[in-house]
């Protein structure tokens, strides 16, 4: 029996409308200069400081294939040449994560089991200080917003990047859940839940943020053609 | 010394034999006889070019993108109309004035009216300021009370001239720091917009200009290692370059070939370039060394270009020391060039295969991101704001020594794509980072941010 032909899929209930979010990059009052003061620096600093360097890092840095996930995991590596403890905290996924306490929590118990095995590195000192920051957010329009698949997949190839990563990365801490705005979209109003489903399985860690629009771009691509 | 086995230094002695020929060589140095004679520089060089007019913001579409261009316009919207000054010290000459001189006319355009001022002063006044300047920056100093009253007299004559009539002030650097004193009533923001690396200052000029600083709403540094411990929040703000002006520009592959021609360089052959100022703190000596220790290995020519050594007593025994470190090696060749040869330095810096900034002390090393932005491979120092510029080994290369520096140097040339990854990451960092539309968005960003934690007292 031959399969069934796959139905067109359905217009869009409601529009999407492409935001964006800047960041302004404020300089925090606590710094660490060794493995100790990072873990309570982690514990104790306001929740824009963890996203600053783990979520707004990876935005920054979006260019970067291999090599930078976070900056506690660089400056592990790069100040206190603790490759283990690096690998570690740079396999943390931000996608993982729903609220920034959650996140906050993995790297504090990931620096504490490593000081736990390695008492020693506690209270040996980097060979530059931790600078806590913290990342003042507006988020802003963009003269993008789609009324139809085709549409859509115009604003994906169009918008900036830190409309994707805002759209597709960020979009877990105002959803508060395991998904992202573009995947939502496609599965609530136009019902490609496959779709959105394999949108949400991309890689962001391989992936510089531009091979990451590309491949969102063609999963689309694939499925309204 | 012979004339022919002399470094090339226009203006002293530079190279006049045409370039040669020969084929790179990655395992053994080539050595080429060029006949040195004295000769000066270009008489295109003798006197600076007319500068073009300021860029509009549409020119820069190209380069960061129309999406980026939609966002400063998105950003400016909700200020349009509300004005910002700008105060600082000089009009012209300096990295702050330069940026000024870009900034102001972008921001005007999105109906931001943004206004320059600059403060006066006697020589006296600037004599102080320039000694507030070396202290802050760790310098010993002894401060007195005709010092103190000297600067407060200028600025109280600069303040009963000024009007601040705008939503936002910015006060460039320490000199018209007492400005704030026109702060009447919570009208406008009032910002301070610090340039200089504060984290080891004088103790006793730190604490005559704090009480000033603890007055403005917010406070912004080049870099958090350059910030201190204020009352008010603080912002970071990279220095920026322009991708438009002559220095940053792009050029055409004939640019390029005629100004190494010039200047004898032959460009068939790796060439390591640093870009600085004759001065110790620049260590163009070390350069030297590094090159000289990389020549063991690797075929390449040392290019060191940069100014200071023709007004400047200290520079000129710099560029001594340079020359007498350089010897009789022919591939070391010296630019001592004026400050309007912004065109060819870019020019060298695009025909670099490798660029190298090793410096001792830096603030924010504005040739560390010339060199990013023109997507080559960058080998600098891990001092002062130049971690926050390259990321090791993703966007550059950081050293601490000489010897480091001379193995980075073999690296990348030896390893092409290596440096090419390297470099084309360094680009897509300054584009990021450090542009002036970047430094454009964070300063609306800053006004906006503002506006609304006014807003929030006002509910509160």
Same mark, same amino acid.
């Not at chain 1, 963890?50 to 920054?60: A, K, N, S, V």
């Not at chain 1, 085709?150 to 900036?160: A, E």
């Not at chain 1, 508060?176 to 136009?190: K, Q």
């Not at chain 2, 004559?157 to 910015?170: D, L, P, Y």
């Given at each position: 029996?031959?399969?069934?032909?796959?139905?067109?899929?359905?217009?869009?209930?409601?529009?999407?409308?492409?935001?964006?979010?800047?960041?302004?990059?404020?300089?925090?009052?606590?710094?660490?200069?060794?493995?100790?003061?990072?873990?309570?620096?982690?514990?104790?600093?306001?929740?824009?400081?963890?996203?600053?360097?783990?979520?707004?890092?990876?935005?920054?840095?979006?260019?970067?294939?291999?090599?930078?996930?976070?900056?506690?995991?660089?400056?592990?590596?790069?100040?206190?040449?603790?490759?283990?403890?690096?690998?570690?905290?740079?396999?943390?996924?931000?996608?993982?994560?729903?609220?920034?306490?959650?996140?906050?929590?993995?790297?504090?118990?990931?620096?504490?089991?490593?000081?736990?095995?390695?008492?020693?590195?506690?209270?040996?000192?980097?060979?530059?200080?931790?600078?806590?920051?913290?990342?003042?957010?507006?988020?802003?329009?963009?003269?993008?917003?789609?009324?139809?698949?085709?549409?859509?997949?115009?604003?994906?190839?169009?918008?900036?990047?830190?409309?994707?990563?805002?759209?597709?990365?960020?979009?877990?801490?105002?959803?508060?859940?395991?998904?992202?705005?573009?995947?939502?979209?496609?599965?609530?109003?136009?019902?490609?839940?496959?779709?959105?489903?394999?949108?949400?399985?991309?890689?962001?860690?391989?992936?510089?943020?531009?091979?990451?629009?590309?491949?969102?771009?063609?999963?689309?691509?694939?499925?309204?053609? | 010394?012979?004339?022919?086995?002399?470094?090339?230094?226009?203006?002293?002695?530079? $190279?006049?034999?045409?370039?040669?020929?020969?084929?790179?060589?990655?395992?053994?140095?080539?050595?080429?006889?060029?006949?040195?004679?004295?000769?000066?520089?270009?008489?295109?060089?003798?006197?600076?070019?007319?500068?073009?007019?300021?860029?509009?913001?549409?020119?820069?579409?190209?380069?960061?993108?129309?999406?980026?261009?939609?966002?400063?316009?998105?950003?400016?919207?909700?200020?349009?109309?509300?004005?910002?000054?700008?105060?600082?010290?000089?009009?012209?000459?300096?990295?702050?004035?330069?940026?000024?001189?870009?900034?102001?006319?972008?921001?005007?355009?999105?109906?931001?009216?943004?206004?320059?001022?600059?403060?006066?002063?006697?020589?006296?006044?600037?004599?102080?300021?320039?000694?507030?300047?070396?202290?802050?920056?760790?310098?010993?100093?002894?401060?007195?009370?005709?010092?103190?009253?000297?600067?407060?007299?200028?600025?109280?004559?600069?303040?009963?001239?000024?009007?601040?009539?705008?939503?936002?002030?910015?006060?460039?650097?320490?000199?018209?720091?007492?400005?704030?004193?026109?702060?009447?009533?919570?009208?406008?923001?009032?910002?301070?917009?610090?340039?200089?690396?504060?984290?080891?200052?004088?103790?006793?000029?730190?604490?005559?200009?704090?009480?000033?600083?603890?007055?403005?709403?917010?406070?912004?540094?080049?870099?958090?290692?350059?910030?201190?411990?204020?009352?008010?929040?603080?912002?970071?703000?990279?220095?920026?370059?322009?991708?438009?002006?002559?220095?940053?520009?792009?050029?055409?592959?004939?640019?390029?070939?005629?100004?190494?021609?010039?200047?004898?360089?032959?460009?068939?052959?790796?060439?390591?370039?640093?870009?600085?100022?004759?001065?110790?703190?620049?260590?163009?000596?070390?350069?030297?060394?590094?090159?000289?220790?990389?020549?063991?290995?690797?075929?390449?020519?040392?290019?060191?270009?940069?100014?200071?050594?023709?007004?400047?007593?200290?520079? $000129?025994?710099?560029?001594?020391?340079?020359?007498?470190?350089?010897?009789?090696? #022919?591939?070391?060749?010296?630019?001592?060039? #004026?400050?309007?040869?912004?065109?060819?330095?870019?020019?060298?810096?695009?025909?670099?295969?490798?660029?190298?900034?090793?410096?001792?002390?830096?603030?924010?090393?504005?040739?560390?991101?010339?060199?990013?932005?023109?997507?080559?491979?960058?080998?600098?120092?891990?001092?002062?704001?130049?971690?926050?510029?390259?990321?090791?080994?993703?966007?550059?290369?950081?050293?601490?020594?000489?010897?480091?520096?001379?193995?980075?140097?073999?690296?990348?040339?030896?390893?092409?794509?290596?440096?090419?990854?390297?470099?084309?990451?360094?680009?897509?960092?300054?584009?990021?980072?450090?542009?002036?539309?970047?430094?454009?968005?964070?300063?609306?960003?800053?006004?906006?941010?503002?506006?609304?934690?006014?807003?929030?007292?006002?509910?509160?």
């Amino acid at each position: 029996m031959s399969a069934s032909p796959k139905p067109p899929p359905r217009n869009p209930n409601k529009p999407f409308y492409f935001n964006t979010s800047e960041h302004l990059l404020r300089i925090g009052r606590q710094k660490a200069c060794t493995l100790d003061e990072l873990v309570r620096g982690v514990e104790t600093c306001p929740d824009d400081a963890i996203f600053q360097h783990t979520f707004r890092t990876l935005q920054e840095h979006h260019f970067i294939k291999q090599g930078f996930s976070n900056d506690f995991a660089s400056w592990t590596l790069s100040a206190l040449n603790e490759p283990m403890l690096a690998e570690q905290l740079a396999s943390v996924d931000v996608r993982e994560f729903t609220a920034i306490e959650g996140l906050r929590r993995r790297m504090v118990e990931m620096i504490g089991d490593f000081l736990h095995g390695n008492p020693k590195s506690a209270s040996r000192s980097g060979s530059e200080p931790f600078y806590f920051s913290a990342s003042e957010l507006v988020v802003l329009p963009t003269n993008f917003s789609a009324g139809t698949l085709r549409g859509f997949l115009d604003g994906i190839n169009q918008v900036s990047v830190h409309s994707i990563h805002h759209h597709f990365i960020e979009a877990r801490l105002r959803l508060r859940r395991m998904s992202n705005d573009f995947s939502t979209w496609l599965e609530e109003e136009a019902g490609l839940k496959e779709v959105g489903e394999a949108i949400e399985r991309i890689d962001i860690y391989t992936n510089t943020l531009e091979g990451v629009r590309l491949q969102i771009a063609r999963i689309i691509s694939e499925a309204i053609n | 010394m012979s004339s022919e086995q002399q470094p090339h230094v226009p203006g002293s002695s530079l $190279a006049s034999a045409p370039p040669s020929k020969e084929e790179p060589n990655a395992a053994a140095p080539v050595r080429r006889d060029r006949r040195a004679s004295d000769r000066t520089l270009p008489a295109s060089l003798l006197t600076p070019p007319v500068p073009p007019p300021p860029p509009h913001l549409d020119d820069y579409r190209s380069i960061v993108g129309q999406s980026q261009i939609d966002t400063l316009r998105f950003l400016a919207r909700e200020l349009k109309g509300k004005a910002i000054k700008m105060v600082n010290s000089t009009a012209v000459g300096g990295g702050v004035a330069e940026m000024l001189n870009r900034m102001v006319p972008l921001l005007s355009e999105m109906e931001v009216p943004t206004h320059w001022d600059v403060i006066t002063g006697g020589n006296d006044f600037f004599e102080v300021t320039k000694a507030f300047h070396n202290a802050l920056h760790g310098s010993a100093y002894e401060l007195t009370r005709s010092a103190e009253d000297i600067f407060l007299m200028y600025n109280e004559q600069n303040r009963h001239r000024m009007r601040f009539e705008e939503e936002m002030v910015v006060i460039h650097d320490p000199q018209p720091l007492p400005l704030i004193r026109s702060r009447q009533d919570a009208r406008g923001h009032w910002v301070w917009r610090c340039h200089i690396d504060l984290s080891n200052p004088d103790a006793r000029v730190w604490a005559f200009l704090k009480p000033f600083i603890e007055q403005y709403d917010a406070a912004i540094f080049s870099a958090q290692s350059f910030a201190r411990q204020l009352a008010a929040p603080q912002y970071l703000f990279y220095p920026c370059i322009d991708p438009l002006s002559e220095k940053n520009k792009e050029l055409s592959e004939e640019q390029i070939q005629k100004v190494c021609e010039e200047f004898g360089i032959d460009r068939s052959r790796p060439i390591v370039t640093q870009v600085s100022r004759f001065d110790r703190l620049k260590d163009p000596v070390g350069v030297v060394h590094a090159y000289k220790l990389a020549r063991k290995y690797v075929d390449c020519q040392l290019v060191l270009a940069g100014g200071g050594a023709t007004d400047d007593p200290e520079g $000129a025994a710099v560029l001594q020391d340079v020359k007498e470190a350089a010897g009789d090696d #022919p591939d070391i060749i010296i630019l001592n060039l #004026p400050p309007w040869c912004a065109f060819e330095i870019n020019a060298l810096q695009r025909a670099s295969t490798v660029i190298v900034q090793k410096s001792l002390k830096e603030g924010f090393g504005l040739t560390v991101t010339e060199a990013l932005w023109k997507g080559k491979p960058t080998i600098a120092s891990a001092v002062g704001g130049i971690p926050n510029q390259i990321i090791h080994n993703l966007t550059g290369v950081l050293v601490h020594s000489v010897e480091g520096c001379a193995f980075q140097i073999r690296y990348l040339l030896t390893h092409p794509e290596l440096a090419r990854t390297i470099g084309i990451n360094g680009r897509e960092q300054a584009k990021e980072n450090f542009l002036i539309t970047a430094n454009v968005k964070r300063w609306l960003l800053l006004f906006r941010i503002l506006d609304q934690a006014k807003a929030r007292r006002r509910t509160a």
